[in-house]
C-alpha cells in the first residue's frame, strides 16, 4: 500500500500543506500551487491617493511653481482631496466620488475650482501612468454649484477725498508713504511691498513697477518677478502722493528698507492710518487698486489706458473687473432719455 504524502511548502514567504497520494498527485499540487503564488504576485498593486499625490506634488508640482502657488495647491490637498480621497486607490476613483466632494464642499464656486485644478493634475498623471483608462474628473456630469466670489467695492469718491484731506495727520512717516502710494495708483499690494527708492523718479513724476514681494508661508516675504509680464511697467506718479515721499536708498525698500514688510506690518500700518485719520471705513490695499482703476476707466472712457495702468496682460480682464464706471445705472437711464426723448 503506498505511503501518502503530507509535506509542508513555502510559496512566497507562506508555509503550505500539500497532501498527495503519489509523488505525481504531489508534483501537480505543488505546480498549481506555485503557479496561483505567481499570479498574486504579477497582480499589480494599486495606489493610495494620499500617497501618489504627495509624491507628484513633490516631484513634478513643488520644484516647478512658485511658492505662492505651490501653498495654495498644499492647501486643496490639505484641506479638500486627501480627507475625500487619502487611503482609497487611486483606481478606483469614480466620477461619483468626484462628485460627490464637490457637493460636501462649501463656500465659493472658486474655492471648488482651485481643488479640481489639482485633482485634474493628478488624475492626469495616473492616466499617464496607465493606473485608469481615463480621467473620471473629464466626465460632463460633473457639476461645480457654489455662491459667486465677492466684488471687490470700490471707495466712494467722497471717501478718498477724505483720506487725501488727512494724509498730513498721519502721524508715521512711512504710514504716509505707504497711503500716498498704495490709494493713488492702481497697484497690487505686493506690487507696492517690491518698491525701492529706485523706482520713484520724482524728476520725470514716474513710478517703476519692476518687482513684487509675495508672502507664500504668511508672514516670510519672497521676492519674485510680477504676476505678468505686462506687470512690468511705468505709470504716472501722482502730485499729491509726491509730496509725501522723502527719497532714501535707491537699492532699499520703500516699506522695509533691506527686507520688505511683513502682511502683518501691513495691517498695523492700515490700523495706524485708520486711527489717525479717522476714517470710517476699513483701509483695504485691493480696494485702492480697484477704486483707482474705476476712476481712470471713469474719467477717459479709454480701456488701453486702464489697461495699461493695471498691467493686465489683455483689456479682457480690465473690462470683466474695472471698466465699470461710477453711477452706471443712472447713467444709462440718462442716455436713454437722450436718446429717445428728443423730438428731432
Given at each position: 500500500?503506498?505511503?501518502k504524502i503530507n509535506r509542508s511548502v513555502v510559496i512566497n514567504g507562506n508555509r503550505k500543506w500539500i497532501r498527495a497520494n503519489s509523488e505525481q498527485e504531489y508534483a501537480e499540487k505543488l505546480l ?181 514681494v509675495t508672502h507664500p508661508t504668511r508672514n516670510q516675504p519672497e521676492i519674485k518677478a510680477t504676476k505678468t509680464q505686462a506687470s512690468v511697467r511705468a505709470i504716472g506718479l501722482s502730485g499729491i ?5 522723502v527719497p532714501g536708498d535707491a537699492n532699499e525698500f520703500i516699506f522695509g528698507g533691506s527686507t520688505p514688510f511683513t502682511y502683518q506690518k501691513v495691517r498695523r500700518m492700515c490700523e495706524r492710518i ?71
Amino acid at each position: 500500500m503506498p505511503t501518502k504524502i503530507n509535506r509542508s511548502v513555502v510559496i512566497n514567504g507562506n508555509r503550505k500543506w500539500i497532501r498527495a497520494n503519489s509523488e505525481q498527485e504531489y508534483a501537480e499540487k505543488l505546480l498549481k500551487l506555485s503557479a496561483s503564488g505567481m499570479e498574486k504576485i504579477q497582480t499589480p498593486s494599486k495606489h493610495i491617493f494620499v500617497e501618489y499625490a504627495e509624491s507628484w506634488f513633490r516631484v513634478y508640482s513643488l520644484p516647478n511653481i512658485e511658492a505662492a502657488t505651490a501653498a495654495t495647491y498644499r492647501r486643496q490637498l490639505k484641506l479638500y482631496l486627501i480627507p475625500a480621497f487619502g487611503e482609497m486607490a487611486v483606481e478606483d476613483i469614480t466620477t461619483d466620488d468626484i462628485q460627490g466632494l464637490f457637493n460636501s464642499m462649501t463656500g465659493t464656486k472658486a474655492t471648488k475650482q482651485k481643488a479640481r485644478m489639482v485633482l485634474n493634475m493628478i488624475l492626469e498623471a495616473a492616466v499617464e501612468d496607465g493606473l485608469l483608462p481615463r480621467n473620471p474628473l473629464k466626465s460632463r456630469r460633473i457639476k461645480l454649484t457654489g455662491e459667486a466670489s465677492k466684488v471687490t467695492k470700490e471707495y466712494t469718491v467722497e471717501q478718498m477725498r477724505f483720506l487725501i484731506r488727512n494724509l498730513e495727520n498721519v502721524k508715521n512717516a512711512t504710514d504716509r508713504a505707504y497711503l500716498a502710494i498704495q490709494a493713488l495708483h492702481p497697484l497690487r499690494l505686493e506690487e507696492v511691498l517690491g518698491l525701492k527708492w529706485g523706482d520713484i523718479d520724482l524728476d520725470t513724476m514716474t513710478l517703476y513697477v519692476r518687482r513684487a514681494v509675495t508672502h507664500p508661508t504668511r508672514n516670510q516675504p519672497e521676492i519674485k518677478a510680477t504676476k505678468t509680464q505686462a506687470s512690468v511697467r511705468a505709470i504716472g506718479l501722482s502730485g499729491i502722493a509726491a509730496r509725501f515721499l522723502v527719497p532714501g536708498d535707491a537699492n532699499e525698500f520703500i516699506f522695509g528698507g533691506s527686507t520688505p514688510f511683513t502682511y502683518q506690518k501691513v495691517r498695523r500700518m492700515c490700523e495706524r492710518i485708520k486711527r489717525d485719520t479717522g476714517f470710517e471705513d476699513n483701509i483695504t490695499p485691493i480696494r485702492f487698486r480697484t477704486t483707482v482703476l474705476t476712476d481712470i476707466y471713469d474719467q477717459t472712457k479709454d480701456v488701453k489706458t486702464a489697461q495699461a495702468a493695471a498691467g493686465h496682460a489683455s483689456p479682457t480682464m480690465t473690462m470683466r473687473r474695472y471698466a465699470k464706471g461710477r453711477d452706471g445705472v443712472r447713467r444709462s437711464g440718462e442716455i436713454i432719455d437722450q436718446v429717445y426723448g428728443s423730438d428731432d
